[in-house]
């Protein structure tokens, strides 16, 4: 990745981070979407430079950086175009060349946690053919042999798990195609050399690195 734009978030009192975060990241989508090739490959990949990661939670900061492999491809992109309407709440710089000293090189890929309930029930109903109020609220038994523990349970229902923290950070958006909100993971890893591959509609992938600094 040789070139790159950064983008400022400017919250204030009326308007919260989380909030503009879910706004920029859908008009980002848009325009990632419509720069894909016929095989969904898009030729860019962001990153957050701000990005804090902890046991218990981990945030995303206030700025995200574009990234394309020529300068010709972020021209195209045209961030302004689609954070037009969000002028008021938003900084984005011009596009430069990435500095010739980085700190190393990153991974951001889409992570899905298995915590929440309604969705493992749904991926149950579809394994077993059931409907979804069956896998959510019905006993599940287990397949596994207990010990011998007169109090190890062989049965559970989805709805009855206790909810875990997740401490990777997220955005929540709305899908395109059928309107329902959903929450995207984002987690950030660190590698010491860099992998050229394509990246998803979202700028993330599980392969491709962007640039530290």
């Not at 059928?178 to 660190?190: A, M, R």
């Not at 050399?193 to 530290?212: D, I, K």
Request: glycine share 6%; aromatic share 12%; hydrophobic share 40%.
């Amino acid at each position: 990745m040789n070139y790159f734009l950064e983008i400022t978030l400017l919250p204030n009192p009326e308007v919260g981070i989380h909030f503009l975060w879910s706004k920029v990241y859908q008009q980002l989508h848009l325009g990632l979407v419509a720069m894909q090739d016929d095989q969904g490959r898009v030729p860019m990949g962001v990153a957050f430079p701000e990005y804090v990661q902890g046991e218990k939670y981990s945030l995303l900061g206030s700025k995200l950086r574009v990234f394309a492999e020529h300068e010709a491809t972020l021209s195209q992109f045209n961030a302004s175009h689609w954070l037009a309407r969000l002028s008021d709440y938003v900084h984005c710089t011009s596009i430069r060349p990435v500095p010739a000293k980085i700190t190393g090189y990153a991974i951001y890929q889409r992570e899905q946690p298995k915590t929440n309930k309604e969705r493992l029930a749904r991926r149950y109903a579809k394994r077993h053919g059931v409907d979804m109020h069956t896998a959510l609220f019905g006993e599940i038994g287990l397949t596994v042999t207990p010990p011998p523990d007169k109090d190890y349970k062989t049965q559970f229902r989805y709805c009855e798990l206790p909810k875990k923290s997740v401490p990777t950070p997220f955005i929540r958006l709305k899908s395109l195609s059928g309107g329902q909100t959903f929450c995207l993971w984002i987690k950030k890893t660190l590698v010491s050399a860099p992998s050229a591959a394509a990246f998803s509609s979202y700028g993330l992938s599980a392969v491709a690195t962007v640039p530290e600094f």
